[in-house]
C-alpha cells in the first residue's frame, strides 16, 4: 500500500524525473571516489550547502522562543539555553555553523580559483560566488548582535563604524543600519529583519541562480 501511494504521488508530482535530471550529469575524472583527495575538493561546495540547510532548520527553532528587543532579547536567549529542549544544542549548532560556513565558502572558491574554473564561460558563476560570500558574512555580521549582550553591542560598534569608509554611500548605510545615530532598540530590529527576511531571501534567489549556472555549464575539472 505504501509504495503504491509513493508511485501514485511520484506520477503527479514528477519528483524521479526532476530528480534524474538534476543528479545524471557528467563529473570530472579527479571527481572520481577512487581519487581521495580530489574528490575531497570537489565537496566544499556540497558540505557548504548542507550547513545552509542546518542553519536555516536551527535558526527556525530559535526564531520560535527568541524575542528581537532590548528588554527581552537577552533574556530569551538566556531562556533558550537554560529551559529550552536541546536549547543549548540548538545555539551551539547555530554559532558554529556560522563559522563553518564561512570556512567551507572560503575552501571552496579557494578551489575554484586554483583549478581555474572561474574563466569562461563561468565568470558569471564566479560572481555570483563571490556574491553569496558577502551575504554569508552578512549573515555573521547581523546575527552577532541578537543576543545583546555586552560583547555583542561593542563588537557591533565597532563593525558599524568601518562602514562609513564605504565610498558615498557609508554614512547613509551606518544610519540606515543603526536605525539612528547610535545602535539601540531600533539597531536591533533592523539587524534581525536582515537576519531573517532581507538575507535569506537573497541568499536563496542567487542559489537558485548558482546551482542553475552549475547545471547548464557544468562541474569542471582543472584547466
Known sequence: MYSNFVKWLDERLMVTPLW??????????QANPSERVS???????????????????????LALYYVPDIVNSYNSTKYIMTHVTFGSWLISMHNWGSSLIIIMVT??????YWMGVYKKPREGNWIIGVTL???????????????????????????????????????????????????????????FALHVLFLPALLLTFLAFHFMLIRRHGISGPY
Not at 23 to 28: E, L, R, S
Not at 107 to 112: G, K
Open 133 to 191: 560570500l558577502l551575504l554569508i558574512l552578512a549573515f555573521g555580521f547581523t546575527g552577532y548582535l541578537l543576543p545583546w549582550d555586552e560583547k555583542a553591542y561593542f563588537a557591533t560598534q565597532v563593525g558599524v563604524s568601518f562602514l562609513k569608509y564605504v565610498p558615498f554611500i557609508g554614512n547613509a548605510l551606518v544610519k540606515i543600519l543603526q536605525g539612528g545615530n547610535s545602535i539601540g532598540a531600533d539597531t536591533l530590529t533592523h539587524f
Open 39 to 61: 574528490a575531497f575538493v570537489y565537496c566544499f561546495g556540497g558540505v557548504t550547502f548542507l550547513l545552509i540547510i542546518s542553519q536555516f532548520i536551527t535558526g527556525m527553532f
Open 20 to 29: 534524474r535530471d538534476m543528479a545524471d550529469h557528467p563529473v570530472p575524472e
Open 107 to 112: 575552501l571552496h572558491m579557494l578551489r575554484i
